[in-house]
């Protein structure tokens, strides 16, 4: 997960309504799901860290800048009003989680095996938390090809394009079209750790 920089609050109130502060957040982390790191043009969530409700609710956090980021319909509805002890997970605003996680060519994600083994137990629930961890949900269609519907199986796109771009970078290392094409792909599809 790429670790992001919220930054301070833009305005010294909480905010009521809480969705007020996408604008701000979409300016500051860009239109991409916190945790997945997918593009996210439509339907991208103000994700409270701490559930604002629920057996598990922080309802005095619900407008608090400190407890935002954005996520995308499934990691937000996968993590949900679950409980979140900060001590126990690595936080993209508070943590080196760039380097906390492994990303492979199969579209899992795992935390990476250089980790201290007190950090092991909190990458992996942080993965457990968003549902990043899950395993490929094959979806085919009627001619029998693979549709990428999940988070994994687009993991996999991406890592295959993304291979397809080194390569066009590395024969073409002064081509300024291609690298400037490259980069664009990154942006539009996301996806920063792969």
């Not at 833009?10 to 799901?33: E, I, K, T």
């Not at 997945?36 to 598990?56: F, M, N, S, Y």
């Amino acid at each position: 997960m790429r670790p992001v920089r919220r930054g301070a609050a833009p305005q010294p109130n909480d905010f009521a309504p809480y969705r007020d502060a996408q604008r701000y957040l979409v300016s500051r982390l860009g239109l991409y799901c916190s945790y997945c790191e997918r593009w996210i043009a439509t339907q991208l969530a103000v994700e409270h860290i701490q559930p604002k409700d629920g057996p598990h609710g922080h309802p005095y956090l619900i407008g608090r800048w400190e407890n935002f980021l954005l996520a995308c319909v499934n990691c937000n509805s996968t993590k949900g009003d679950k409980n979140v002890v900060l001590a126990n997970v690595l936080l993209l605003d508070r943590d080196n989680t760039f380097a906390a996680f492994s990303y492979l060519p199969d579209g899992t994600v795992q935390p990476a095996a250089t980790l201290a083994t007190a950090l092991m137990g909190k990458a992996s629930d942080t993965l457990a938390l968003t549902g990043l961890d899950k395993k490929i949900s094959v979806a085919l269609d009627e001619n029998g090809k693979q549709v990428a519907l999940d988070r994994v199986s687009q993991r996999m796109e991406v890592w295959a394009i993304a291979v397809d771009a080194k390569s066009s970078v590395d024969t073409n290392p002064g081509n300024v079209a291609v690298k400037c094409s490259v980069i664009t792909m990154a942006q539009r599809s996301g996806f920063f750790s792969i």
